[in-house]
């Protein structure tokens, strides 16, 4: 109950109390009019001081059990605003105690810390993902200022040392704007901005075409790939492709051999399962439910080493949840990364 509807609330209470009284006492004195007759003229004055003190006294017994009840029915309110506003003043730092027998107020406590609890756990995300930013970022610029520094020392009489650093530069140059990308990506999914352009398309036909790209990139690896029929679907081919691009390009990186086998198959409620596997060691099973956390690693010296920023598995699953899907890894010979749409 707000404020002004409880004030409301006590005045019409005072006024409802108050003007049944007077009707009482307006029909007790008609009554005793006709009762006591000519006589009735010399009690006129002292019925009328009766009922105002009656009245009087009404309204302000009225008011008073109204406004008690008002607010014990209040209290509970604004202890729950002044813990509110507590909680706010504490950065989320504390939950919400509601010590009250209402469900409604109950139930308003339990919304309110659960609220508090997801604000919490975003801030918190939002915090690791800036910094973790900031450090993806900072190690090509350190490396890229490293080796400005020798080509400014050495590389005029050095052509292997201004080659060499020149490789360097560049490679680092395309990481970074590669990690940028990606975070730019995630900045526009956040915010609802990230655009897929959706139409009717043949997944599989779309998974042969892009193995063509990948054979070309890798041929020193055999990628095993069967079409089937009737696999058209409404999907965003472009984001698709890079989810394919994600995770096969994932299995190079960590294959122990040169086969990586991808299937598509048509489930029984008309979905559409991918799956990309390798013959690699496979995944640590307490690491399966964070590979899709932005900058998670399994292996963060073997991601370093192998230029990964662990965004990659992240964009897949933001890609795949856009189209409605889901997307999950298992170790079974290996690591297995499974997608339906």
Same mark, same amino acid.
């Given at each position: 109950?707000?404020?002004?509807?409880?004030?409301?609330?006590?005045?019409?209470?005072?006024?409802?109390?108050?003007?049944?009284?007077?009707?009482?006492?307006?029909?007790?004195?008609?009554?005793?009019?006709?009762?006591?007759?000519?006589?009735?003229?010399?009690?006129?004055?002292?019925?009328?001081?009766?009922?105002?003190?009656?009245?009087?006294?009404?309204?302000?017994?009225?008011?008073?059990?109204?406004?008690?009840?008002?607010?014990?029915?209040?209290?509970?309110?604004?202890?729950?605003?002044?813990?509110?506003?507590?909680?706010?003043?504490?950065?989320?730092?504390?939950?919400?105690?509601?010590?009250?027998?209402?469900?409604?107020?109950?139930?308003?406590?339990?919304?309110?810390?659960?609220?508090?609890?997801?604000?919490?756990?975003?801030?918190?995300?939002?915090?690791?993902?800036?910094?973790?930013?900031?450090?993806?970022?900072?190690?090509?610029?350190?490396?890229?200022?490293?080796?400005?520094?020798?080509?400014?020392?050495?590389?005029?009489?050095?052509?292997?040392?201004?080659?060499?650093?020149?490789?360097?530069?560049?490679?680092?140059?395309?990481?970074?704007?590669?990690?940028?990308?990606?975070?730019?990506?995630?900045?526009?999914?956040?915010?609802?901005?990230?655009? /897929? &352009? !959706? %139409?009717?398309?043949?997944? $599989?036909?779309?998974?042969?075409?892009?193995?063509? #790209? @990948?054979?070309?990139?890798?041929?020193? /690896? &055999? !990628? %095993?790939?069967?079409?089937? $029929?009737?696999?058209?679907?409404?999907?965003?081919? #472009? @984001?698709?492709?890079?989810?394919?691009?994600?995770?096969? %390009?994932?299995?190079?990186?960590?294959?122990?051999?040169?086969?990586?086998?991808?299937?598509?198959?048509?489930?029984?409620?008309?979905?559409?399962?991918?799956?990309?596997?390798?013959?690699?060691?496979?995944?640590?099973?307490?690491?399966?439910?964070?590979?899709?956390?932005?900058?998670?690693?399994?292996?963060?010296?073997?991601?370093?080493?192998?230029?990964?920023?662990?965004?990659?598995?992240?964009?897949?699953?933001?890609?795949?949840?856009?189209?409605?899907?889901?997307?999950?890894?298992?170790?079974?010979?290996?690591?297995?990364?499974?997608?339906?749409?």
């Amino acid at each position: 109950m707000k404020l002004k509807s409880a004030t409301r609330f006590t005045i019409f209470t005072t006024l409802l109390f108050t003007t049944v009284n007077i009707i009482f006492y307006v029909f007790l004195i008609s009554y005793m009019r006709e009762r006591i007759g000519d006589a009735f003229d010399e009690y006129v004055a002292i019925l009328i001081m009766g009922m105002v003190v009656l009245a009087l006294g009404t309204a302000l017994i009225s008011y008073f059990i109204s406004s008690l009840v008002v607010d014990k029915i209040l209290n509970p309110v604004r202890t729950m605003i002044n813990q509110v506003k507590e909680v706010g003043e504490k950065q989320f730092t504390t939950r919400l105690v509601i010590d009250s027998e209402e469900d409604e107020l109950i139930e308003y406590a339990a919304a309110f810390n659960e609220m508090v609890f997801k604000v919490n756990e975003y801030i918190k995300k939002q915090k690791q993902f800036v910094s973790d930013a900031s450090h993806e970022l900072a190690t090509p610029l350190t490396i890229i200022n490293g080796n400005a520094d020798m080509l400014i020392r050495w590389g005029k009489d050095n052509p292997e040392q201004l080659d060499e650093s020149l490789k360097v530069i560049k490679n680092e140059a395309l990481r970074m704007n590669e990690l940028v990308e990606n975070l730019l990506f995630f900045a526009r999914s956040d915010s609802n901005r990230q655009e /897929y &352009v !959706f %139409e009717i398309a043949d997944l $599989s036909k779309l998974i042969s075409e892009y193995l063509e #790209e @990948a054979r070309a990139l890798h041929p020193d /690896y &055999v !990628f %095993e790939y069967k079409e089937i $029929s009737f696999t058209e679907r409404r999907i965003d081919i #472009e @984001a698709i492709r890079r989810v394919l691009r994600i995770l096969v %390009e994932n299995a190079v990186k960590y294959a122990e051999n040169s086969t990586i086998n991808i299937s598509i198959e048509e489930l029984e409620n008309g979905k559409l399962r991918i799956a990309v596997a390798d013959k690699g060691p496979g995944m640590p099973p307490a690491s399966l439910p964070y590979i899709f956390d932005r900058f998670y690693r399994v292996d963060d010296s073997r991601a370093k080493k192998s230029g990964g920023s662990g965004l990659g598995l992240a964009i897949a699953k933001e890609i795949i949840e856009r189209h409605g899907g889901l997307i999950w890894a298992e170790n079974r010979d290996g690591a297995v990364f499974v997608f339906e749409i």
